[in-house]
């Protein structure tokens, strides 16, 4: 692995794991065995390598969100595969947890990649329900605006009582609780 992408690899881990504040240049150059020179060679500072790691994450989390949502199966099939899909729970999300960190928040540069992913996110659920609906899969009572929003809640929610708890049971509960409501508006 190349020096750039050691250095972006190892921010992505210090920011899942410490956060931006707690992810000082020492802690990325010692963490993936760079120099300083090294790193502002590549980088002009740590805003720029976070911003490189958080739109690397956030590349991440979309591919594999896709491989699931674009998949075979009717719409509840696929959305039902998102939800059910292997997750390293007690971790929580990657992306989503970078919402919590004010740093991230209060700057327009590292919130845009995080924002658009959860919007990507969002949109792509909503088409899929949508889709679902226009072909009378679901019950017109549904909003596939509304539905793809409590998806991502759940999801995003679930990571936080899962962490909150220590246990991914939680997580597991919010996931079938929302099939559970979902499935009585399967059309058939």
Do not use: N
């Amino acid at each position: 692995m190349s020096t750039p992408e050691r250095l972006i690899e190892s921010t992505r881990e210090l920011l899942w794991e410490r956060g931006y504040v707690g992810t000082s240049p020492k802690a990325i150059q010692q963490h993936a065995g760079a120099g300083q020179g090294s790193m502002y060679h590549h980088f002009s500072g740590k805003p720029d390598l976070a911003l490189a790691a958080i739109r690397r994450t956030a590349e991440e989390m979309r591919a594999t969100a896709e491989a699931v949502l674009g998949g075979d199966g009717s719409a509840y099939e696929r959305v039902a595969a998102y939800l059910l899909r292997e997750r390293d729970v007690l971790r929580g999300c990657p992306v989503g947890r970078l919402t919590m960190d004010p740093d991230v928040i209060a700057s327009e540069t590292l919130r845009a990649p995080v924002t658009e992913t959860l919007e990507w996110l969002r949109e792509r659920l909503a088409g899929i329900v949508q889709e679902g609906l226009d072909q009378g899969e679901f019950t017109p009572a549904l909003d596939a605006d509304e539905i793809a929003s409590t998806i991502v809640a759940t999801v995003q929610g679930g990571y936080v009582l899962a962490r909150s708890t220590g246990s991914p049971a939680a997580f597991d509960a919010g996931v079938r609780g929302l099939l559970a409501l979902l499935a009585p508006h399967r059309a058939g």
